[in-house]
T-cell receptor, first 112, second 116 residues
Framework: GENVEQHPSTLSVQEGDSAVIKCTYSDSASNYFPWYKQELGKRPQLIIDIRSNVGEKKDQRIAVTLNKTAKHFSLHITETQPEDSAVYFCAASDRGGNKLTFGTGTQLKVEL | GAVVSQHPSRVICKSGTSVKIECRSLDFQATTMFWYRQFPKKSLMLMATSNEGSKATYEQGVEKDKFLINHASLTLSTLTVTSAHPEDSSFYIC????????????FGPGTRLTVT
């Protein structure tokens, strides 16, 4: 089955700096890659996603890049703010584009 | 749009009893719902995929007789933890997909189960 690795496990940045979180996946047939933000005790919230037919997608301060050949994708957050502090999970779909396998999560802390 | 609710948000039960958790899609029909388990400071582990009108598909290592899943309608799926034990204590989260043409999963707020 699919295996998703995520790095780093913790990331601390200064407010205003950029943050990058990287994930790799194992199944070359995976075609959907969402990113979720989860605050403590809350539900994961979809913040951005990308499908395998595009290499990059941007939504304001958040962007995701996908390299299908290398089987890795990354989340980029620019101009970080304290409210960006949370745990971020990447995920990859199965061959049917349905079932998601999640990465291990990155605890992002944005310091003032 | 795409709101998913879960009930209860917290439950404490005694060892040996059963607990039912409900997952509802409030503003869309969900042919597929998913049940996850999340340990503190860990990732989400898929337990099973629930399809309306058919039997759930369980992930390897998940006991189907212990974690009963029923997807009775296009807006409701239930997870029943039978004969609960302290090791079943966890955060259980459901998600739902709005339709067959989309891959997005929207999550419920989760249920914190504590078995004493």
């Amino acid at each position: 089955g699919e295996n998703v690795e995520q790095h780093p496990s913790t990331l601390s940045v200064q407010e205003g700096d950029s943050a990058v979180i990287k994930c790799t996946y194992s199944d070359s047939a995976s075609n959907y890659f969402p990113w979720y933000k989860q605050e403590l005790g809350k539900r994961p919230q979809l913040i951005i996603d990308i499908r395998s037919n595009v290499g990059e997608k941007k939504d304001q301060r958040i962007a995701v890049t996908l390299n299908k050949t290398a089987k890795h994708f990354s989340l980029h957050i620019t101009e970080t703010q304290p409210e960006d502090s949370a745990v971020y999970f990447c995920a990859a779909s199965d061959r049917g584009g349905n079932k998601l396998t999640f990465g291990t999560g990155t605890q992002l802390k944005v310091e003032l | 749009g795409a709101v998913v609710s879960q009930h209860p948000s917290r439950v404490i039960c005694k060892s040996g009893t059963s607990v039912k958790i409900e997952c509802r899609s409030l503003d869309f029909q969900a042919t597929t719902m998913f049940w996850y388990r999340q340990f503190p400071k860990k990732s989400l582990m898929l337990m099973a995929t629930s399809n309306e009108g058919s039997k759930a598909t369980y992930e390897q290592g998940v006991e189907k007789d212990k974690f009963l899943i029923n997807h009775a309608s296009l807006t409701l799926s239930t997870l029943t933890v039978t004969s609960a034990h302290p090791e079943d204590s966890s955060f259980y989260i459901c998600s739902a997909t709005p339709g067959t043409a989309t891959y997005e999963q929207y999550f419920g707020p989760g249920t914190r189960l504590t078995v004493t």
